[in-house]
C-alpha cells in the first residue's frame, strides 16, 4: 500500500514538474483540446489593452483600412512566426528550451531577463485599465474615491491575477471558459452600442482629421507596423498553452485564431468606441468603461463594466502562468511560487509608477523590436537549421551533454544576430522620437524588415562551415540517438 501511495505521489510531482516547471509534457499530461487551448488565448489577448490599441490606430488611419490591417496583419504576422509552436506541442517543452540550442544555456538566461523587462510592462496595462473600469462602475453609483485608490485597485488586479496563475491551467481553464464567451457577447454589444449610438456613415466612413504626417501611406504602414507589433509580443509566451494541447494542428490554430480573430475583433471595438465617443462627446476616449456609461442605460454599461473589468484578471493570471513557465525553463532551480511574486512585484511597481499608458504607442514598438529578431531566429532555426531535430539532453543540461554550451554558456551567434535585428528595425524608424530613417524599407515595416533580416542572416552564417560546425555540434548526439 505504501508502495502505491509513493507512486501516485511521484508521479503526481512528475506532473507537476511538468505542468508548472520545465519537464516534457506527456501525452497523459495534455490536457487541451483545440476550443479549450483557443479559449485560454483568446482570454489572454482580450484585456482592454486590445481597446487601447484599437482606439491608437484609429488615429492613424480610416476605419476600412483599420479593418483590414487588424484583421490580416495581424493574422498574416501569427500564421508565419507561431509555426514553430508545433515543436512545443511535438515534444511537450517550450520555446526557451528549444532557444538553448540558440543562445547557449547562459545566453537563454540574458535573452529571458530582457523579454521580461520589456513585455511584462503589458500587465501593468491591465491594471491600470481595470482600475479605470472600477474607478467609473463606482462613479455610475455616486462615488467618488480618491486619487490614490486607483493605483490599488491596480494592485488588486496584479494580486487576484497572480493567485488564480498559483491556482494553475485548471482555474485558468475555467476563469477563461467563463469569462471568454461572456466577453464575445459584450464585445458584440459595445459594437451594436456603438453604431447605434451615432449615424453608420459616422463609423463606416471614419478617417482621422489629422495623423501628423502629409504622406497619407507613412500613417498607414506605422498602422500596420503597431499591428505587427501587437502581436508578435506574444512570441515569449506563445508555447506555454499549445505544449498542453493533445495536437500539433490543434495548438498552431488555437494560437492563430485566439490572437488573430478574438484579439484583433477586440481591437475593432476599441476603435469603434473611440470614433463614436468622439461624435458624441467631442473627446477621443479609449476608456471603454466610459464609453459605456456615457452611451448605454445603467443596467447594460454596470454588467458590461463589470466583465471588461476583470477581463484584465483573467489575462493576468494567463500571463502569470504563461511568464513564470517561461523564466523556469531558463533558471530551472527557482521555484514557480516565487516566480510568480517576482512577476507581481515588478507589474506592481509600474503600477504605481503609473505612467506606462503615456507611453502605449513607444512601448509597443520597442517591444517589437527584440520579439521580431526572436521570432526570426526561432523559426529559422527551426524549420532550416535544425531540420526540426533538438537534443533533449542537452538542452536540459544532463551530465554528459553539452553540445549547447558553446562558449562559457553564450552561442554568440545567435546573440549577435538578436542584435542586429534590433539595429534593422532601428535603422529604419525611431520608436521613441516617430523619426523614418530610411523611407523606402520603412515600407515593409520596420518590425517586417527585422523578421526577414534577421532570418536571412542567420541561415546565411550557418551556411559558412565554421559556424555551422560551430551551431550544429547537437547532430552527433542526434545520430547516436537515432541509431538506437
Known sequence: MKKNSNKENLNKQIEKEAIFGIMPVGTKQKQYGFFDAFLVLSGYCIATWSYTQGSYLATLVGFKQLLIGAFLGAILMLAIY????????RYGIDIWIWLKAVFGHNGIKVMTV???LINFPWYAVCADLFASSMDNLLALGGINIPEFCHTLLGLFCVILGTIIAYKGVGAITWTTRILVPLLVLVGAVVVYIGFSSVPFDVIWEYTPKSTGYDNNIIPYIISIEANFAFVITLVGGMAEIPRLTKTERGGFWAGVLGQGLTGSFFVVIGAVMAIAMQYVTGEFIDDPTIMLATLSVPAVALCSLLLVGFANVGTQAVGSYIYAVMIKSSFHKAGYKLILIVLACYVGGLCIWGKIIDYFGSFLTIGACVYAPLAALLFVDFFVVRRQKISLRSAYGIKGHNAYNYTKGFNFIG???VIVGIGISLAIYNPLS????????FYLTPTGCSFIGTGILYWFLNKIPAIKKYTLRDREEISAYEKN
Open 434 to 441: 516617430g523619426d523614418i530613417h530610411c523611407r523606402a524599407l
Open 415 to 417: 546573440l549577435l544576430c
Open 114 to 116: 530582457v523579454i521580461i
Open 82 to 89: 507561431q509555426l514553430p509552436v508545433i515543436l512545443s506541442v
